[in-house]
């Protein structure tokens, strides 16, 4: 069943003196308990779109389109909207945990707050918070709650931040490149936690990352996008298997051997995706792509496909 459906999703910005659309036309769906990893190059639209489905879009950014979360439209709805959502059934594991854990608060108050705010009395919301850190694999959790976020390491604290996003049982928690700033070595047990944690509440997740690798292990389904634009979504094995726009069939022939499986038929990409000001009119990917026309530099591609779709003029047909 849907959980999330996004519509024609855009966000529009004042960067200095003018307008740009580092969002336009974005749609897709996200299915209950269902992981959909987001996934593009640097400027792509990632972390907008998972902050406008959130609610959490930078100031004076307007979000137009549809933002239907468990049949409730968000899109452009100020924070009232949200606020009995945020932390009950949607949640954010951001990049730096230090942007959603206080300096001034004990990591176990500040998830005791977030049990709290359900209802829930003082000691048994402070008994579920050692739990959480607990569940998440903090040692020593009760001990360890009473620690302030800079006494623990970051690996710690993305834990401390997937026990919080978790400990209400979300129907959606939203994870933008939740492990980019953690040693590598570190990354893989993070991410096993939010995936156990996800599995465990049966939430839906949105993972936003750079990392097709993430992709391939931990997504139900994957969104490939483009300068603000939806290239290429659905099954992750379908979509990697044999992609069918010639931007998701670039990103994969760029990894390195043994990475998922990559097609190798185009060259590794050159070139930079356009910044939001310049993205040209037609298909963005055009002036990269080896495959464009003139129908390309002069019209926007629709997204056609049933569950695997794609936004391109020279789409490679689905395999039946
Ligand atoms: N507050 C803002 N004001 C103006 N432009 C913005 C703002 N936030 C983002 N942008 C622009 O919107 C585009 C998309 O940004 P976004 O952060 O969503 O990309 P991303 O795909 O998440 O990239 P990355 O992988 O580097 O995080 C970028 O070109 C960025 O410069």
Known sequence: ?????????????????????????????????????????????????????????????????????????????????????????????????????????????????????????????????????????????????????????????????????????????????????????????VLDVLAERRAETGAALMLVTHDLGVVARYADRVLVMYAGRHTESGPVDRVFGQPRAPYTAALLASLPPGEPTADRRLPVLGGAPPAPADVPAGCAFAPRCPLADDRCGAEAPEAVGGAHLVSCHHAVEAAA
Request: charged share 25%; aromatic share 4%.
């Open 1 to 189: 069943m849907t959980l999330l459906s996004v519509r024609d999703l855009r966000v529009r910005i004042r960067d200095g003196s003018r307008t740009v659309t580092p969002v336009r036309s974005l749609s897709f769906d996200l299915r209950r308990g269902e992981v959909l990893g987001v996934v593009g190059e640097s400027g792509a639209g990632k972390s907008l779109t998972a902050r406008a489905v959130l609610g959490m879009a930078p100031y004076g950014a307007e979000i137009t389109g549809s933002v239907r979360f468990d049949g409730r439209e968000l899109a452009g709805a100020d924070r009232r909207a949200y606020a009995g959502l945020w932390g009950r059934r949607m949640a954010y594991v951001p990049q730096d945990a230090l942007a959603v854990l206080s300096p001034v608060h004990t990591v176990g108050d500040q998830i005791a707050a977030a049990v709290r705010s359900t209802g829930c009395g003082r000691a048994q919301a402070r008994a579920r918070a050692v739990a959480a850190l607990d569940r998440v694999g903090i040692a020593d959790a009760a001990r360890r709650a009473k620690a302030y976020p800079h006494e623990f390491s970051g690996g710690m604290r993305q834990r401390a931040v997937i026990a919080m996003a978790t400990v209400n049982d979300p129907d959606l928690v939203v994870a933008d490149e939740p492990t980019t700033a953690l040693d590598t070595t570190v990354q893989a047990q």
